[in-house]
């Protein structure tokens, strides 16, 4: 198929998903659940729409079947598939159909007819288990373009990839996050990228290894990339969508400028334009019942103090209480006013302006503000329309619950300050020239979320502590222009420019309608590991300016608030492995990297691997190199990188034996056909663990 352009293609696909889309809500929508058989027969009716078999519909409906009665046959469906929560029209705007789809991507099958080679028992296929260090490559560019939870570095998946498979191959990830896997795929079509892993890459196109063993080729590999979470989809097809950076680069710089002028009455001051701003969190003495503004009275030489006086009666108090100063617990007073961006009247935590750093040309001065003077700020909103704010409220969560009981925050749009929200805000409501350049925008700006939010504490690093909502008493506010000039200046520096080759889907993986079996050439995968990261509290932060949210119910991890424990994980991690196996083609691999923060989970994972009839066939502990903070919090925690290999057992053994009798490859298939039993053991450095 052609098209004139870029966005004639995307149009067109766009028609083709909203009629599929329609159809569902035509179909299933407003239907009660009355028998398994009504249930079948009305998802076959859909036609728009993979999904999928007799045999799979029945076991689908069977799922249905246990839903809240109050929830139509749609409702039921789309929980099932991990189908996120948003409008039809949201959903078409977040999506570049066919290769991204914020919802279950309805065109992954004709993409691997398309691109991929139906699996053939005859075809002879040989790898040796393979691992490798998976914290290599953190500090590449690439890498750092997005952060999210526990990356995977797309140098490490390179090895893997250009190890198990050829140019071509279709290559999944259905715990894809931000699509490291697809990056790696594209990347392993360029030499300057492979030779910087130490590789040698010889003119027919053959890439040697480190000892000058040929082992692979160079080529892009085609990757099927999917993920519960709409954030983690729609980064991840941005990331595989990298080229023409440097058009891109100077039409966002330019609509910076423009939307800086226009919003000039914002950072403004008498002398100069804001920098950046200090704000503090106010508190009431528990004894005497008076204000205190924390930066105030807990700093003192540049320190914060845990336990202080208060300024007003003298008593010594703090965040939390303590026995060996004898400091009480201070409370958190909340002010109710009208909320400009919400339009209705909320209940808020006080939260003042003490300080700005005030730019004129390349000098700068800092500004005490005074108390007296310290709401004036908001004087400059006085009669101003604000642009389109996300009205969203946290659900109940772990770490939302932290954020609300802890620092009394509810919504989403008082993550910010005022002025940080107006910018920010505004700058979400571009559009630019192309989809692919407004897409790449708000990646940039999904990218600066945790900078310019509350997030961003005045002590610590950048972006606040990593997979948590916490926002911290004493916050830097950065001026949003300055901060997105910066990410969009260090993408445009980014020395990428490949073909698409992946397509993107926004679902569960414990129901993969959409990918044929026997279909996949290579998995390589970072399955959620348990209750350190809760993907769908923290996602909702940005998702929340996507306007597609993922499904909670449906997220892989360990919540108590949720009641998800270790019963609900394991469940979820045999369908999610059942799929894995299910889709990949027989006698390929599977490599899963999973950080073991706690050894129940673990087991969970082995038995999922077990139940699903995947081999193991080894499986390393990898040292790494970065703690995140929850893995160094969390007593007790295991926190080791395991990389697991494992295989699906190969079919038409026999066939194919009479043809590789005697060879290496022949070794190696009958070794995977039939060393069903292989013991599972953990290795360090050569050594079995015990
Ligand atoms: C450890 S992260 C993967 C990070 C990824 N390797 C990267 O480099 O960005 C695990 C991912 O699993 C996703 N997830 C959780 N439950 C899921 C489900 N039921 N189906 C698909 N994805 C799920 C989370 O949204 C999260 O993005």
Request: hydrophobic share 35%.
């Amino acid at each position: 198929m052609t098209f004139e352009n870029d966005e004639a293609r995307r149009e067109y696909f766009l028609g083709l998903l909203r009629e599929g889309l329609e159809e569902l809500h035509a179909k299933l929508g407003g239907v009660p659940f009355t028998t398994l058989e009504d249930a079948v027969e009305r998802m076959k009716s859909v036609e728009k729409w993979p999904m999928g078999d007799d045999a799979r519909l029945h076991k689908l409906a069977e799922r249905m079947r246990h839903a809240a009665s109050s929830k139509d046959l749609l409702q039921r469906w789309k929980d099932e598939v991990g189908f996120p929560h948003g409008e039809i029209e949201d959903i078409l705007n977040l999506s570049d159909p066919p290769y991204y789809t914020a919802c279950p991507n309805p065109f992954i099958e004709d993409f691997i007819k398309h691109y991929g080679k139906p699996y053939d028992p005859n075809v002879p296929y040989s790898r040796e288990p393979f691992a490798a260090d998976v914290s290599e490559g953190k500090n590449d560019p690439i890498y750092n373009a997005h952060s999210y939870h526990t990356k995977v570095p797309h140098k490490a998946i390179m090895r893997y990839i250009l190890h198990y498979t050829e140019p071509g191959d279709v290559v999944f990830d259905g715990f894809c996050g931000t699509g490291m896997t697809g990056v790696a795929a594209q990347l392993c079509g360029d030499k300057k990228t492979i030779e910087s892993l130490g590789y040698t890459v010889l003119p027919d196109g053959s890439v040697l290894d480190e000892t000058n063993e040929p082992f692979s080729k160079i080529g892009e590999r085609q990757t099927v990339l999917s993920d519960l979470s709409p954030l983690a989809t729609f980064v991840a097809c941005n990331y595989t969508n990298f080229s023409n950076l440097v058009s891109f680069t100077q039409e966002a710089l330019e609509l910076v400028a423009q939307a800086e002028r226009a919003l000039s009455w914002l950072y403004e001051e008498k002398d100069g334009v804001v920098a950046s701003s200090i704000w503090s969190d106010v508190f009431l003495c528990p004894n005497c019942s008076a204000e205190l503004v924390f930066w105030d009275a807990a700093l003192k030489d540049g320190k914060m103090r845990k336990s202080f006086p208060c300024p007003h009666c003298g008593s010594a108090v703090g965040k939390s209480a303590s026995k060996s100063t004898g400091a009480t617990k201070l409370e958190r007073p909340f002010d109710t006013r009208y909320d400009p961006a919400l339009k209705k009247i909320v209940r808020v935590p006080k939260f003042v302006l003490v300080e700005q750093t005030i730019r004129r040309g390349s000098a700068r001065h800092s500004l005490k503000v005074p108390p007296e003077s310290r709401d004036d700020f908001l004087k400059r909103f006085e009669g101003r329309s604000w642009p389109d704010i996300p009205t969203d409220e946290f659900f109940p969560g772990r770490q939302t619950n932290k954020l609300i009981n802890g620092s009394g925050i509810s919504h989403v749009c008082h993550m910010y300050t005022p002025r940080a929200l107006f910018a920010y805000g505004y700058l979400w409501q571009l559009e630019l020239s192309s989809a692919k350049h407004t897409a790449l925008f708000r990646f940039c700006l999904s990218a600066i979320n945790n900078y310019i939010s509350r997030k961003q504490g005045y002590f610590g690093g950048g972006g606040g502590v990593s997979g948590t909502l916490f926002t911290p008493s004493i916050h830097l506010e950065r001026n949003v222009f300055d901060v997105l000039r910066r990410k969009i200046k260090k993408i445009g520096s980014l020395s990428v420019d490949k073909k698409r080759t992946s397509v993107v889907s926004t679902q569960s993986i414990t129901w993969l309608n959409n990918i044929p079996a026997n279909t996949i050439d290579y998995i390589f995968t970072d399955p959620p590991f348990g209750e350190s990261l809760q993907y769908a509290e923290l996602n909702m932060f940005i998702e929340a300016w996507l306007k597609v949210k993922t499904v909670p119910e449906d997220d892989c991890v360990l919540n108590y608030v949720h009641k998800k424990n270790l019963t609900f994980y394991s469940h979820m991690m045999t369908k999610a492995f059942s799929e894995y196996a299910r889709v990949l083609k027989p006698g390929r691999w599977i490599t899963i990297e999973f950080h073991n923060s706690q050894n129940a989970v673990w087991y969970a994972i082995q038995q999922a691997i077990e139940a699903a009839g995947l081999i193991v066939a080894d499986v390393r502990i990898l040292d790494k190199q970065q703690r995140s903070f929850n893995a160094v919090n969390r007593a007790g925690a295991v926190d080791q990188d395991l990389v697991i290999t494992a295989y699906k057992p190969n079919g038409g053994l026999e066939d194919r034996f009479k043809l590789t009798a005697g060879t290496e490859e022949g070794v190696w298939d009958f070794v995977r056909t039939h060393l069903k039993q292989l013991p599972v053991f953990v290795s360090k450095d050569g050594k079995a663990e015990v």
